[in-house]
């Protein structure tokens, strides 16, 4: 472990500088450029509170704000965003990335970390959009909304952990990859993200407690809609996965890491 936190320090002039490339690789060839990392979200958030707000009326049990229902869903929606984005590029990154590994010489873990920091990138950049908004129709949780950060970053471990996984996986079984793609929209609607948690019947639940993601997501609702402290009971049992993944992933990296590049 310490000698690939070293060889990302050495090589951090070269992360920071693929991460920079990245955003602007993104962007440079449209007419608004990194605009539109900002119209997007603002324009889903816009939708979600329009339709769900002032269109279908829709409210939350408990929550007496016009906003409670958009909020709940952006809430799910945006940090499912980042897990997902995370998952989906991990899963590929060694693959898309074979000339590199076999041109040049450099950590190979630093490709995981890079695709960790561009998605946090955008997220910051989402999530603070989202803020200002939770300030200006006045839903702003106040500070309950540092409760966030400890699940950020449980859903961080969890996510690099599983990401380099499967991307390991993925370069001797390209069959992974195919098969997360499908997954992840199971995944998706076994999630209490755009439907409530309270509405499912007790049977159902009970499975939906097995999905990890379940708990940081109803986490990030309590604090954003209800302006409470999450159960972090839950969340304990999600950063124990989170590590175990963490070292199941970094051992078959360090194990299978030659390897790699002969299979691609």
């Not at 119209?39 to 707000?53: K, W």
């Not at 002032?54 to 409210?59: G, I, L, P, Q, T």
């Not at 049990?61 to 929606?77: E, K, M």
């Not at 200006?136 to 950020?152: C, D, Q, S, W």
Request: charged share 10%; net charge positive.
């Amino acid at each position: 472990m310490s000698a690939l936190l070293v060889a990302l320090i050495r090589y951090r002039g070269f992360i920071i500088g693929s991460v920079k490339r990245e955003f602007q690789t993104r962007y440079r060839t449209s007419m608004l450029g990194a605009l539109w990392l900002v119209l997007q979200p603002l324009a889903m958030i816009l939708v979600y509170t329009v339709i769900f707000a002032e269109v279908m009326k829709s409210r939350m049990p408990g929550v007496q704000s016009t906003f409670g229902f958009s909020i709940y869903l952006c809430a799910g929606v945006l940090t499912w965003g980042l897990f997902a984005e995370m998952i989906s590029r991990g899963q590929g990154v060694f693959v898309e990335n074979a000339n590199l590994l076999k041109k040049l010489n450099f950590p190979r873990i630093a490709l995981p970390v890079i695709v960790t920091v561009s998605a946090l990138m955008n997220f910051a950049i989402i999530f603070s959009l989202f803020t200002i908004f939770l300030v200006v129709t006045g839903n702003f949780p106040g500070v309950t909304y540092l409760g966030l950060l400890p699940l950020l970053l449980v859903q961080i471990i969890f996510s690099i952990g599983l990401g380099i996984t499967l991307g390991v996986l993925n370069v001797f079984f390209r069959d992974v990859g195919q098969f997360m793609t499908i997954f992840m929209q199971f995944w998706f609607w076994f999630t209490p993200i755009v439907y409530p948690w309270h509405i499912l019947p007790e049977r159902a639940k009970l499975l939906v407690k097995l999905n990890p993601m379940a708990d940081l997501v109803l986490g990030y609702q309590t604090i954003l809609v209800n302006h409470m402290w999450p159960d972090w009971g839950l969340v304990w049992p999600v950063l124990v996965l989170g590590l175990l993944m963490c070292a199941v992933g970094l051992h078959l990296f360090r194990r299978h890491a030659a390897e790699m590049v002969d299979e691609l």
